[in-house]
């Protein structure tokens, strides 16, 4: 199974303090599937995000990712698997600001080992593909937001990730430029990545072939289409 969750409770803060964010979730994802997450302010969706991208552990239960589980690995281990396997895009495009959009989008290729020429060829063969290379010497703070939005899946796609994860990515644009993101996120899909995005929107959540409803972080439903 390319994504698996056994029993997966995550729990912050401790004593008095404690908020159970997932409650025993059990869930298989397999390569190339298209996900929506819906459910309410607070029932676990960021977290559950959060832990299949390995940006966070489960207090109990087991994680495996490509067979492999996550639960056991240290952190540096935890930010090579993240490095290799997982691409996130955010509400609020956590983009480097005061960094052009051409540094933006080389970011996660300078972990990898390839030449500045190898990388630089990769970056401008996204940025054409995504319409923005007229833009890569512009700081990524001078531009609107479908345009910042652009930079983040370009960002994604240039890592060349099987997992993509976005947690509301049209959640601060307009409905045309949200719209234009499910289509990109879409493609991506279409070109075998698995795709998991959280929306409180049933209209991008239609993008998606499978939806998993989450309530008081336990998974209420999990339909596919049709
Ligand atoms: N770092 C943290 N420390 C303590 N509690 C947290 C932390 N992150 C999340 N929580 C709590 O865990 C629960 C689930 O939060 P989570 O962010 O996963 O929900 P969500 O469904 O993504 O919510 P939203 O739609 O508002 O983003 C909430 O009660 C939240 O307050």
């Keep these: 199974m390319f994504i698996e969750l056994q029993n997966v409770t995550k ?3 401790k004593d008095e303090y404690a908020t159970k964010a997932l409650s025993q979730v059990s869930l298989q994802i397999e390569r190339g599937e298209f996900i929506s997450i819906m459910g309410p302010s607070g029932s676990g969706k960021s977290t559950l995000l959060n832990i299949i991208g390995c940006m966070d552990v489960p207090t ?7 067979g492999e589980d996550v639960t056991r690995l240290n952190d540096r281990q935890l930010s090579d698997i993240r490095n290799k396997k997982v691409s996130f895009i955010f509400q609020q495009f956590a983009l480097m600001t005061n960094f052009t ?3 933006n989008v080389e970011l996660p290729l300078l972990k990898r080992n390839m030449s500045k020429k190898e990388r630089r060829e990769k970056v401008e063969y996204y940025l054409n593909k995504l319409g923005i290379f007229h833009l890569r010497q512009k700081n990524v703070s001078k531009l609107s937001g479908g345009q910042k939005q652009r930079v983040a899946i370009a960002r994604a796609m240039v890592a060349e990730t099987n997992i993509v994860l976005a947690d509301e990515p049209t959640g601060s644009l307009d409905r045309q430029n949200g719209e234009k993101v499910m289509e990109l996120l879409q493609q991506m899909n279409e070109e075998g990545k698995c795709i998991i995005v959280i929306t409180h929107d049933e209209k ?3 993008y998606a072939n499978r939806m ?3 309530s008081d972080g336990c998974i209420q439903l999990d339909k596919g289409k049709g």
Excluded: M
């Design 204 to 206: 991008i959540a239609s």
């Design 11 to 13: 729990i912050y803060g």
């Design 212 to 214: 998993i409803y989450l």
């Design 60 to 66: 109990e239960g087991v994680y495996r990712l490509e």
């Design 101 to 103: 959009v051409f540094e």
